[in-house]
């Protein structure tokens, strides 16, 4: 998947707080040690390598990790040549899903918008585009904290839970309330083209916007945020 969608949001990874990178016992072996235990990687490309060493100082986009792919003699890369640019990087880094935090920024000076946490040993995050006629809605039993970061959102069943860092991603939660497309969603809000859609990407595969099977969505409510998106 592209690093920038739509020109507009960043896709930033970045290890678990606290998930330490460490050589490990066997010849070219490394050691993340989190909150579920120890995972060993076995003889990992030096790219590799070094992008866990810089997601572990923070967010970091991966176009910028998959430039330490350095070429072969022979002009290849290494070992990333058979599976296309940047595919290495991404299924070694979707393996240790349980450990990286995903963070959609934006393309100003405010900030990113969320960050979806691992909660879970087995936590898989699994970004897709929703379809734009798809009805979404908050999952039974979410709940919404306020504390110091902002707004954290969780779910019994999630294996993630969702930080809020902007108010963006509050309006967008807004409408979640009730049944809404994507396409809904996006008319409602007055935010750049593909934000919306990305928001909902990133919620939903946090677990945090669920199919709603049966339901109708409530015009009324689309129908007080649209000016927003006129003026």
């Known amino acids: 998947m592209p690093d920038d969608v739509d020109g507009c949001t ?13 050589p490990g016992d066997l010849e070219g072996e490394l050691v993340l040690t989190g909150p579920w235990g120890s995972e060993r ?7 590799l390598e070094e992008a866990l060493h810089r997601l572990e ?9 998959e430039a330490g792919l350095e070429p072969e003699e022979n002009g290849g890369r290494a070992p990333a040549a058979d599976q296309g640019d940047g595919h290495y990087l991404l299924l070694h880094l979707e393996r240790l899903s349980h450990l990286i935090v995903r963070t959609l920024g934006i393309d100003d000076l405010s900030g990113p918008l969320l960050s979806a946490m691992p909660v879970s040993p087995v936590a898989h995050f699994a970004l897709a585009p929703l379809p734009g006629q798809e009805l979404v809605r908050l999952p039974g039993g979410v709940s919404l904290s306020v504390g110091r970061d902002g707004v954290s959102v969780q779910a019994p069943d999630a294996s993630y839970r969702v930080q809020v860092h902007r ?3 509050v309006w967008v939660l807004g409408l ?22 990305r928001i909902l990407d990133y919620l939903a595969a946090a677990g945090m916007a669920t199919k709603a099977e049966g339901d109708r969505p409530r015009p009324q409510i689309l129908g007080r945020a649209g000016p927003r998106h006129s003026a």
């Open 41 to 47: 990687v076995s003889a990992p490309h030096p790219a």
């Open 167 to 169: 108010p963006e991603v």
């Open 57 to 65: 100082l923070g967010p970091v986009r991966l176009a910028n990790l």
């Open 10 to 22: 960043v896709d930033l990874w970045s290890l678990v707080e606290g998930v330490v990178v460490e």
């Open 176 to 197: 979640l309330v009730w049944p809404v497309t994507p396409d809904q969603a996006s008319a409602a809000l007055a935010l750049p083209a593909g934000v919306t859609e």
